[in-house]
């Protein structure tokens, strides 16, 4: 689950039969106003019916709180917690499958009787949840008029139909089980009295029909790890022979050895250039390939704000040498948080080279200020900015915006990939706002405490 409580959207309870189509509206309304996609809306719909059918089949009563958490990685939560206790071993037997329906799902006995916990990330394109928009939410929901079971029966229809647009190998199962609830839809009484039966035939066919995506997903998974193993791989075998470059290059260009000719000095100091500039794709790559398996762990510390500024203006200020930009690192308004002092640093050294690499004329400025109990670092700069569009694409390995030309020193384009995967490990984000010939600012926001 997430590393803390979010903000609560609303509450209802479970008392009767009808109340579990009145939760699976709720959790659709809910996964659309804060902006989980069409397919995620159903699955999240899905899993709450499921649970709640569960829940009320052990008796009647059990709370169904929705929240948010906004910060670090934003994720939609729901508790359902029920009275009776000591049921967690069960429930989580007759839920396994549910599981699969979000991301995380924990059954447990609480204080006051069974929790069911479940969360659902949000897509990286949907829009940020401000104070504003939380406040917007509420008032919607609290507006929200459930529909009567029939009108909940036609939306599970039609998202039926679509899914079996998209996974042709449950088409048979699924048009089946379109005739039935047509067939059902024709009578109001012959509704009541099989609700219960056609909900959970429903559920169980919903969660046959994303298993085969979910087997996707885990191929996907699987090939990501190969991806960075490989690239560990190849960084340890790349290292020793550029070093041993690098070291004959220094060698060969001594004082105490023989005298080059003015043509060999120039071609061993190519040599040794570009060893240096592999030697540095190298090490971004085994970086990026530790952050992407998991085995960097932050040894959290309070760090003292103002002298890490100060260690970042005295090792980055031989970059800034050109007169035309200037380097400007502000006292921070926030004397110290809780966090890993070597990622914090790197990454904010990582977004400073970049900007200092891409501002021609003008400033690059670092500053931090507390906001809402978070701490937002923000690196300006006056370069050439980037479009929109692209702006989630600069956070692609080896990608960078065409057009653009460093005015000093070369990119690998893993910079920044690489700064907001440590971002996320420190449990914060990293965003970035700019227009083309507005410069870019680089935001990232970092909890001021961490357990």
């Known amino acids: 689950m997430t590393s803390s409580a979010g903000e609560q959207l609303m509450s209802m309870r479970l008392r009767v039969e009808q109340d579990i189509f009145v939760v699976r509206q709720l959790g659709r309304e809910v996964a659309r106003a804060v902006g989980l996609e069409s397919q995620d809306q159903t699955r999240f719909a899905t899993a709450l019916s499921e649970v709640g059918r569960v829940l009320l089949a052990a008796g009647p009563d059990a709370e169904v709180r929705f929240s948010a958490q906004p910060y670090g990685v934003p994720t939609l ?75 909940e029966l036609a939306v599970q229809n039609q998202q039926l139909i679509a899914a079996l647009d998209e996974v042709r190998a449950q088409r048979d199962d699924l048009a089946r089980l379109n005739a039935e609830l047509e067939e059902t839809n024709r009578g109001v009484m012959a509704l009541y009295h099989q609700l219960s039966e056609e909900l959970e035939e429903t559920n169980r066919g919903v969660v046959a029909l994303y298993a085969e995506l979910d087997e996707k997903s885990v191929q996907l998974r699987a090939a990501s790890e190969a991806k960075s193993r490989f690239l560990a791989n190849v960084s340890h075998e790349l290292r020793a022979p550029v070093t041993a470059i690098i070291g004959l290059g220094r060698l060969l260009t001594d004082s105490g050895s023989d005298d080059l000719t003015e043509e060999q000095g120039r071609q061993v100091e190519l040599i040794r250039t570009s060893a240096s500039d592999l030697l540095t794709l190298v090490n971004g790559l085994l970086d990026l390939a530790k952050a992407e398996a998991g085995r960097i762990e932050p040894n959290w510390s309070d760090v003292d704000l103002k002298a890490m500024f100060g260690q970042l203006r005295g090792t980055l200020r031989p970059l800034a040498t050109r007169p035309e930009v200037d380097f400007v690192v502000e006292e921070p308004a926030v004397p110290s948080l809780r966090s890993d002092e070597v990622l914090l640093a790197q990454v904010l050294r990582n977004l400073l080279t970049n900007a200092l690499k891409f501002t021609e004329e003008g400033s690059v400025r670092l500053s931090a200020r507390r906001v809402d109990g978070d701490v937002e670092f923000t690196v300006a700069d006056t370069g050439t900015g980037i479009p929109p569009e692209l702006h989630e694409r600069v956070f692609e390995e080896f990608y960078q915006v065409p057009g653009s030309k460093p005015v000093s020193g070369k990119g690998t384009g893993l910079g920044l990939p690489y700064a907001r995967r440590l971002a996320g490990i420190l449990g914060g984000g990293l965003r970035v706002d700019s227009e083309p010939g507005s410069g870019s600012t680089f935001t990232l926001r970092l909890p001021a405490t961490h357990e």
Request: without cysteine; charged residues 25%; glycine residues 12%.
């Open 77 to 151: 939560q729901v508790t359902m917690t029920h009275p009776a206790a000591g049921e967690a071993a069960r429930l989580a037997s007759q839920l396994q499958q549910v599981g699969r329906l979000v991301d995380t799902m924990e059954v447990d006995d609480g204080g006051t009787g069974t929790v069911v916990r479940m969360s659902r990330r949000l897509p990286m394109g949907a829009p940020e949840l401000t104070r504003t928009r939380m406040e917007e939410i509420r008032t919607g929901l609290a507006g929200h008029v459930p529909g009567s079971p029939l009108d």
